[in-house]
């Protein structure tokens, strides 16, 4: 996900850098302590992670929890990592203050958050496939691979869907309007990053109805509040760009825009929450929101010129 614009941003007279450090230092440092007053790691050792399903045999599910890591790791390892055609992004300059069109290779294709997001998300499968096969197996499932899975969840949820969300409705259309060629985002590793990790979570969620605590949400904030630092410390030390331009610090409007970026993920995560808590009460009205919700998020197909993509 590239978050590009035709427009530079307005950098003005003034840096805004120490204003957008401070507040990426605030919001990290109320995250923690709110974290350390609700005592978020004890919730995470008891509310463990949901390793069965009342609708699904522990075989299928372990089956189906495996293919998911293996789709991800075959996504970033091969059609991204060892890939030999160059991913292109049109992205801020740090010094030049500029776009330019980068063709990377690599690991550096990492960089951008659906890359983040489809790690988290082939990392909850990794880890909770393990434990499902322990099942399976008749054996133990180690504490350490319980807690991996519990605390990886929530940010597997929240960034999944809000990376969607944002293809779908912020780039897909800025896209059309700078009348740019599509054809990027709907490679096959960018459908698996855009659309697939949503689908399969929610497939995910119907069939384990899992273990959520709304304080989890505050995973997410500091997990947005890290990709933010790796995206300074990357345009300043690493590729020399920013992949977002209203993650660049100098500019007005950026400590708005990064908060935002690491709440949202929370937030997200409690409207799944939210879900999941309703699924509890009244199952298929719960499943019926979440499967509306995924529809409106996600393109399979790239949008016909003058055609709008929402």
Known sequence: MALTMGKLP???AKDYSPYTYGTVSV????????????????LIENTPFQFQS????????????????????????????????????NALRHKERDYHLFEIFGTERLVTFSSWTLIMFGLVFLFSSIGTWHIVLGNEIPDSIILLSTAIYPLALGS????????????????????????HLFLPHEIVMHNLTVILLA???IATQPNLRPEFGLLGVIMGIIYVIFAYIWANYGGGYYVYSFIEPRVKGAPIFLTGLAFSIGLFYLGLWLIVELMNE???????????W???????????PNMKPI
């Open 27 to 42: 919001v990290l440092l109320i995250s923690v302590f709110a974290g350390w007053r609700l005592d978020v790691l004890a």
């Open 294 to 304: 995924v529809k409106q998020i996600i393109m399979f197909k790239q949008p016909i």
């Open 282 to 292: 009244i199952y298929f009205l719960g499943v019926l929101l979440l499967c509306l």
């Open 203 to 205: 497939v995910e969620i």
């Open 10 to 12: 307005d950098y003005g």
């Open 54 to 89: 009342n609708s699904f045999p522990d075989i299928l599910l372990a089956i189906f929890r495996t293919a998911c890591f293996a789709l991800s790791f075959y996504t970033i390892i091969i059609l991204m990592v060892r890939s030999k055609t160059p991913g292109k992004m």
């Open 160 to 183: 999944a869907f809000l990376t969607s969300t944002v293809v779908r409705y912020i780039i897909i259309p800025s896209e059309i309007k700078m009348e740019r060629d599509l054809s």
